[in-house]
């Protein structure tokens, strides 16, 4: 059974920092892409951050510069340092997983909130 299980979550005021991690399990991490989405209240669920296995990196321009994605496969865990946090980042973060081959992101854990205040 696969999990995905989020934490580090919390309120930050703005300018602030979090860090994310997402811990998995049931999965051979190394040989899956890592992504982190968000939702906000009344929003559709966007992309912000993967993390390939190759380790090949990608961002939203909403978060670039600001966000980085690193991945532990030794503990099959990624994580998602958010700096230089703003209120429109307040979201409900979640962690991603895709398979080789796979054009979708086919497992979810249950998202950690974020809310950063003014």
């Known amino acids: 059974q696969v999990q995905l299980v989020e934490s580090g979550g919390g309120l930050v005021q703005a300018g602030g920092s979090l860090r994310l991690s997402c811990a998995t399990s049931?999965?051979?991490?190394?040989?899956?892409?890592m992504g982190w989405f968000r939702q906000a209240p009344g929003k559709e669920r966007e992309f912000v951050a993967s993390?390939?296995?190759?380790?090949?990196?990608r961002y939203a321009d909403l978060v670039k510069g600001r966000f980085t994605i690193s991945r532990d496969n030794a503990k099959n865990t990624v994580y998602l340092q958010m700096n230089s946090l703003k209120p429109e980042d307040t979201a409900v973060y979640y962690c991603?997983?895709?398979?080789?081959?796979?054009?979708?992101?086919?497992?979810w854990g249950q998202g950690t909130q974020v809310t950063v205040s003014s």
């Open positions: 049931g999965l051979t991490f190394s040989l899956y892409a």
């Open positions: 993390v390939h296995w190759s380790a090949t990196t």
């Open positions: 991603s997983a895709r398979g080789a081959g796979s054009g979708t992101y086919d497992y």
